[in-house]
């Protein structure tokens, strides 16, 4: 095992430069936005907000703003948070002798003391302000870059594939799927890709005619061109694509947002289903990641897609990391919600002794998955 360590280390070492820029950069994009969402609302509610965190740890460099406000970069780059008036921790966990010492003016401001409505609303904003930046994201890239698009065309049927038993044929062109529009071979594996093992319906334009046919895509595992290994449900149809037929087209800023949320939505349900896949076996639970994959990704794209790969990265990692923390794990924002949601039922909080045995299982469960997902990526970058 000691000798995966020093392989995946000096995998790291090796391209330090390459992956940690990029992966700062993508990380602290989505931090600042998700700890912004929180900050907007806080100040919207009253609540008065000591200290707004880009990184844990040690202060590196900080200013106060007019209202009080200490911003500061801290010295470990993995994460963010912001800290207010009566908070024991970083995650907001109230502190009982902080809060019964508090002043009326800052009980006035403190975020314990606000009524179940208002904590819902700045606990809900950030991993809302996570999908709000992709979908603004997104819309950037298909307005002033374009969407790359192919015709969903057929040019070669694998032998003994669910395309070859479901009729398909060299030539056809993929209309819809399951009534869904396709305007793209992108699209066609999007779809295809996120529903291994379920029968679905393609209309296909055959000659002049069109037809239905009815395939079931086969989970398989897919490597992308860094080597990394997915599983993804396939088809076995081959696209040749010829030089000039893939066309990146620019649309407008209305249609751009409405394939910016489509988008989004994908990436929403490609991964609840994969977690979703994980709990019923499904799906191998080796392909979630950690920091080192990130920053191992964030380098790859980087020296494919440019600075326009990398914020596209940006968006789809603020939608996992909003998502992640919609869980209802204490510890996590979902967590916090869950409390809240049972506060508003019973008419009081649940005691300070509920609320505390919660955060430590929140607190281990969050350190056991990030041992589990940093374990993968030692395995993954040793493999690599």
Same mark, same amino acid.
Do not use: C
């Given at each position: 095992?000691?000798?995966?360590?020093?392989? !995946?280390?000096?995998?790291?070492?090796?391209?330090?430069?390459? &992956?940690?820029?990029?992966?700062?950069?993508?990380?602290? #994009?989505?931090?600042?936005?998700?700890?912004?969402?929180?900050?907007?609302?806080?100040?919207?509610?009253?609540? $008065?907000?000591?200290?707004?965190?880009?990184?844990?740890?040690?202060?590196?460099?900080?200013?106060?703003?007019?209202?009080?406000?200490?911003? $500061?970069?801290?010295?470990?780059?993995?994460?963010? &948070?912001?800290?207010?008036? =009566?908070?024991?921790?970083?995650?907001?966990?109230?502190?009982?002798?902080? %809060?019964?010492?508090?002043?009326?003016?800052?009980?006035?401001? !403190?975020?314990?003391?606000?009524?179940?409505?208002?904590?819902?609303?700045?606990?809900?904003? =950030?991993?809302?302000?996570?999908?709000?930046?992709?979908?603004? @994201?997104?819309?950037?890239?298909?307005?002033?870059?374009? $969407?790359?698009?192919?015709?969903?065309?057929?040019?070669?049927?694998?032998?003994?594939?669910?395309?070859?038993?479901?009729?398909?044929?060299?030539? /056809?062109?993929?209309?819809?799927?399951?009534?869904?529009?396709?305007? !793209?071979?992108?699209?066609?594996?999007?779809?295809?890709?996120?529903?291994?093992?379920? $029968?679905?319906?393609?209309?296909?334009?055959?000659? /002049?005619?069109?037809?239905?046919?009815?395939?079931?895509?086969? %989970?398989?595992?897919?490597?992308?061109?860094? *080597?990394?290994?997915?599983?993804? *449900?396939?088809?076995? #149809?081959?696209?040749?694509?010829?030089?000039?037929?893939? %066309?990146?087209?620019?649309?407008?800023?209305?249609?751009?947002?409405? %394939?910016?949320?489509?988008?989004?939505?994908?990436?929403?349900?490609?991964? +609840?289903? &994969?977690?979703? =896949?994980?709990?019923?076996?499904?799906?191998?639970?080796?392909?979630?990641?950690?920091?080192?994959? @990130?920053?191992?990704?964030?380098?790859?794209?980087?020296?494919?897609?440019?600075?326009?790969?990398?914020?596209?990265?940006?968006? @789809?990692?603020?939608?996992? @990391?909003? +998502?992640?923390?919609?869980?209802?794990?204490?510890? +996590?924002?979902?967590?916090?919600?869950?409390? &809240?949601?049972?506060?508003?039922?019973?008419?009081?909080?649940?005691?300070?002794?509920?609320?505390?045995?919660?955060?430590?299982?929140?607190? =281990?469960?969050?350190?056991?998955?990030?041992?589990?997902?940093?374990?993968?990526?030692?395995?993954?970058?040793?493999?690599?």
């Amino acid at each position: 095992m000691s000798e995966v360590f020093l392989h !995946s280390f000096s995998t790291l070492e090796h391209g330090f430069v390459g &992956y940690a820029i990029p992966f700062l950069f993508v990380l602290t #994009i989505v931090v600042f936005f998700h700890e912004l969402g929180h900050f907007l609302v806080a100040r919207w509610a009253g609540v $008065k907000v000591l200290t707004f965190s880009l990184g844990f740890g040690p202060e590196l460099v900080g200013f106060n703003d007019r209202h009080g406000t200490r911003w $500061k970069v801290s010295a470990v780059p993995l994460g963010g &948070y912001v800290r207010f008036v =009566g908070d024991d921790s970083d995650a907001s966990t109230p502190s009982a002798e902080a %809060l019964a010492n508090l002043t009326e003016e800052e009980r006035a401001g !403190s975020f314990h003391h606000k009524k179940v409505g208002p904590r819902s609303a700045i606990v809900a904003a =950030g991993p809302i302000a996570n999908f709000v930046l992709a979908v603004v @994201i997104f819309t950037g890239l298909f307005t002033f870059i374009g $969407k790359p698009s192919t015709t969903a065309r057929v040019d070669k049927v694998e032998a003994n594939s669910p395309a070859a038993a479901a009729g398909f044929r060299d030539g /056809d062109i993929v209309l819809s799927i399951d009534g869904s529009k396709i305007d !793209s071979f992108t699209d066609m594996q999007e779809i295809v890709s996120t529903h291994p093992g379920e $029968k679905m319906s393609f209309t296909v334009k055959r000659g /002049d005619g069109t037809v239905t046919l009815h395939g079931t895509p086969q %989970l398989r595992e897919m490597k992308d061109p860094f *080597g990394n290994v997915h599983r993804q *449900g396939v088809l076995g #149809i081959t696209r040749q694509t010829a030089p000039g037929e893939v %066309l990146t087209e620019r649309v407008d800023p209305v249609t751009a947002l409405g %394939l910016a949320v489509k988008q989004t939505w994908f990436v929403i349900d490609r991964t +609840l289903s &994969y977690i979703g =896949g994980v709990f019923t076996g499904r799906e191998a639970a080796d392909q979630v990641g950690g920091p080192l994959r @990130i920053a191992q990704i964030s380098g790859q794209v980087a020296s494919i897609g440019g600075w326009a790969g990398l914020i596209q990265l940006a968006a @789809i990692l603020s939608i996992s @990391i909003g +998502l992640l923390n919609l869980f209802p794990i204490p510890l +996590l924002d979902g967590g916090h919600l869950l409390f &809240y949601a049972v506060e508003a039922v019973r008419g009081r909080p649940l005691s300070e002794r509920a609320q505390e045995m919660g955060f430590r299982i929140g607190l =281990g469960l969050v350190l056991m998955l990030m041992v589990f997902a940093t374990y993968n990526d030692i395995l993954h970058l040793a493999a690599s």
